[in-house]
């Protein structure tokens, strides 16, 4: 059984007005000290945005005007995570921290980071928030101050309706953005996971034919010249090299053929998942061998079918070597508006996610094309790999 625990909301709350309370509650000492403290936080935030604009503005005609601005606004995150932070302790206001803006590595990566954070809409309102509250940190600290002598039964209450306003202006303006907004965010970061994954793969290709089938035609091309010498001299030792030569085209076209494969296989280009799928279980080294089910009302877009074909070869390609399975079995089918797969195996569990793993570069693969991985591997139970696919229709074949 899961037991679910309510854990109360403190923002909701602090919006009734307070009971009757001792002088020195806690509640009114917390809302005393954010009120206090205002006026040094509204200080720093003005001057540090008025300085950050005024010297990026008067250095924007210069090639540093603009990385400048871009660093000021980081620093304004940094000025709003420590909002956040004391609004969440003195007022009891969670508000969730914003997305990073995700990290560029290399100098081809400077310029998107730098347009990123020139537009985070995160920093810029922080900025805005910086810069209108000085006058309200100074009547912030006025009010407190002269209440604790000549106000003090209702100063409780007047903290209150003072501090209900820090409430919405914590949760207007330095609250992440919406869920565009952050979806935008997770995009780009998953362009960058599918760039690397690209690149990742081309290398691995280039490696594959300079290592394989390269080499293997190489060689062969010096054994015909070589044959092609002796021809005359030696027809018994040229025969040998041409026959030697026909072993070698067998081998490099088989080599070719697993790396096109590997690229993109002709039956799941001819056929689709279900031919695709039970060629790739045919192989796998599974004693009891590997049970397919594909149930799709139709061939989805032929992304979304390479995914799916890739994910479950890696998949079965890590069953035949870790597993330890006596059997294994792949579900493929259409949920509503999502793919779904399922490889599950007897073996001996264990399957860890950790970075750096093959499911963990799967999880990310899946992630980029908004695609969701599961894992559930206890020790010594078998392993279930459930994954989530958007369905995209095939376009249709014009005549």
Same mark, same amino acid.
């Given at each position: ?143 407190? +101050? ?16 003072? +501090? ?13 953005? %919406? #869920?565009? &907004? ?5 995009? &780009? ?6 760039? %690397? ?46 026959? #030697? ?155």
């Amino acid at each position: 059984m899961t037991a679910t625990i309510l854990v109360p909301d403190d923002s909701r709350s602090d919006d009734r007005l307070p009971p009757v309370r001792p002088v020195f509650a806690a509640a009114t000492v917390r809302e005393m000290t954010y009120l206090l403290t205002n006026l040094p936080m509204t200080i720093i935030g003005f001057v540090y945005v008025v300085v950050m604009i005024g010297v990026a503005g008067a250095l924007s005609v210069t090639a540093v005007g603009l990385p400048l601005l871009a660093f000021g606004l980081l620093g304004s995150r940094q000025l709003g995570k420590l909002e956040r932070a004391r609004a969440r302790v003195l007022l009891g206001v969670r508000v969730d921290e914003p997305t990073p803006i995700p990290a560029r590595g290399g100098f081809a990566g400077l310029l998107p980071w730098l347009w990123t954070s020139l537009k985070d809409p995160v920093a810029w309102r922080t900025v805005l928030y910086d810069a209108i509250r000085l006058p309200w940190g100074v009547l912030c600290f006025a009010v407190v +101050t002269c209440g604790v002598f000549v106000a003090w039964p209702v100063l409780p209450y007047v903290m209150r309706g003072m +501090t209900q306003l820090d409430r919405a202006m914590v949760r207007g303006l330095l609250s992440p953005s %919406d #869920e565009l &907004e952050r979806r935008i965010a997770e995009l &780009e970061s998953d362009r960058g996971v599918v760039v %690397d994954t690209a690149a990742a793969d081309l290398r691995r290709i280039e490696r594959d034919l300079h290592d394989g089938a390269q080499a293997r035609l190489v060689a062969l091309a010096m054994g015909l010249g070589m044959a092609k010498e002796k021809l005359l001299e030696d027809p018994d030792a040229a025969a040998r090299m041409v026959d #030697e030569a026909h072993g070698e085209v067998k081998i490099a076209l088989q080599e070719l053929r697993d790396l096109a494969r590997g690229i993109h296989p002709a039956v799941l280009t001819d056929r689709g998942l279900d031919a695709a799928l039970s060629a790739v279980a045919s192989r796998c080294t599974v004693p009891g061998g590997v049970r397919v089910s594909v149930d799709l009302p139709a061939r989805p877009a032929e992304a979304i079918e390479g995914i799916a074909y890739f994910t479950v070869s890696e998949l079965l390609q890590n069953i035949s070597k870790h597993a330890r399975a006596g059997t294994a079995s792949v579900e493929v089918w259409r949920a509503g508006p999502r793919v779904l797969i399922r490889v599950s195996d007897d073996g001996r569990g264990g399957a860890r996610t950790d970075r750096g793993s093959g499911l963990a570069g799967l999880a990310e693969r899946l992630g980029a094309v908004d695609g969701v991985f599961f894992v559930d591997s206890p020790e010594g139970g078998g392993t279930v790999v459930t994954a989530e696919l958007p369905w995209r229709d095939r376009p249709a074949v014009r005549a």
